[in-house]
C-alpha cells in the first residue's frame, strides 16, 4: 500500500537558517505532490504543488524539489523565521484512483529566534 | 479571501448520542471533503462529495457516518452513534477541481473539535 514518510522529530533550527524537510514515498507514481502547513488546532493550509514533470518550483522563501527516481521531495523556507514554526505536511493523491490528496504525518520545525 | 467555515468549533457528546457537524464551503468550490485528525495523528481522509452524492469514500468512513448538502450552501457529517474512538479534529475542505491535470487543492477549514465522553 502507499505510504508516505515524514520525519517525525521536531527540526529545530536558528532564525536565518535554511530549513529542510523530506517526504519519501512509497509504492506509488504520483501525479503530483502538495505541501501543506498546519498550525496548532488548524486545518491544513496549502502552500505548494509541483508535478511529476517538474524539478523544483519556488514561491517566495520556499522551494520544492520533486525526485520522482528517489520517490522524494525536499521542501526548503530559506531565511527562516519564528513565524515559519508549524507542521508541515506532505500530500499525495489517493491511490483509488481518485486526486484525493492524503497525508503525511507532517514534520514540526521550531524556529528559534 | 474566501475561506471554509465551520461550526461548532468544538462539541462535547456523550457515547451513544448522534453529531452533526456543519460545514460552509467556498462559494464557487464543486468538491466537498471531510477530513479527521485524531490528537497527534495524521490528518485523514473520510469521505468526498460531488454532485449531491458521494464520490469517494475510506475505511474509517462506515455505517456510522453520513454525509449530506441539504441546501445551496451547507454540507454537513453526521455520525449516528459515536464512540470514544471518535474523538477528534474533523475538518472540512473544499476544492475547484478533482485533480487530474487540475490537481486537489483543497481548502480548509479551521476544523470542529469532537470529544466524546
Known amino acids: 500500500s502507499q505510504k508516505i514518510e515524514q520525519n517525525s522529530e521536531a527540526l529545530n533550527i536558528q532564525e536565518g537558517k535554511t530549513a529542510t524537510l523530506t517526504c519519501n514515498y512509497t509504492n506509488y507514481s504520483p501525479a503530483y505532490l502538495q505541501w501543506y502547513r498546519q498550525d496548532p488546532g488548524r486545518g491544513p493550509v496549502f502552500l505548494l504543488l509541483?508535478?511529476?514533470?517538474?524539478k523544483e518550483k519556488r514561491k517566495e522563501r520556499l522551494k520544492v524539489t520533486f525526485d520522482t527516481t528517489l520517490k522524494q521531495s525536499l521542501f526548503h523556507i530559506t531565511a527562516s523565521q519564528p513565524a515559519d514554526s508549524a507542521t508541515y505536511l506532505c500530500?499525495?493523491?489517493?491511490?483509488?484512483?481518485?486526486?484525493?490528496?492524503?497525508f503525511g504525518r507532517g514534520t514540526s520545525l521550531i524556529v528559534h529566534p | 479571501e474566501p475561506e471554509v467555515t465551520q461550526t461548532p468549533s468544538h462539541q462535547v457528546t456523550q457515547m451513544g448520542q448522534e453529531v452533526i457537524l456543519r460545514c460552509v464551503p467556498i462559494?464557487?468550490?464543486?468538491?466537498f471533503y471531510w477530513y479527521r485528525q485524531i490528537l497527534g495523528q495524521k490528518v485523514e481522509f473520510l469521505v468526498s462529495f460531488y454532485n449531491n452524492e458521494i464520490s469517494e469514500k475510506s475505511e474509517i468512513f462506515d455505517d456510522q457516518f453520513s454525509v449530506e448538502r441539504p441546501d445551496g450552501s451547507n454540507f454537513t457529517l453526521k455520525i449516528r452513534s459515536t464512540k470514544l474512538e471518535d474523538s477528534a479534529m474533523y475538518f472540512c475542505?473544499?476544492?475547484?477541481?478533482?485533480?487530474?491535470?487540475?490537481?486537489?487543492?483543497?481548502?480548509f477549514g479551521a476544523g470542529s473539535r469532537l470529544t466524546v465522553l
Open positions: 462559494s464557487n468550490h464543486l468538491y
Open positions: 500530500a499525495l493523491p489517493w491511490t483509488g484512483g481518485s486526486y484525493i490528496p492524503t
Open positions: 509541483i508535478r511529476e514533470n517538474e
Open positions: 475542505a473544499s476544492s475547484e477541481g478533482a485533480g487530474g491535470s487540475g490537481a486537489n487543492v483543497l481548502t
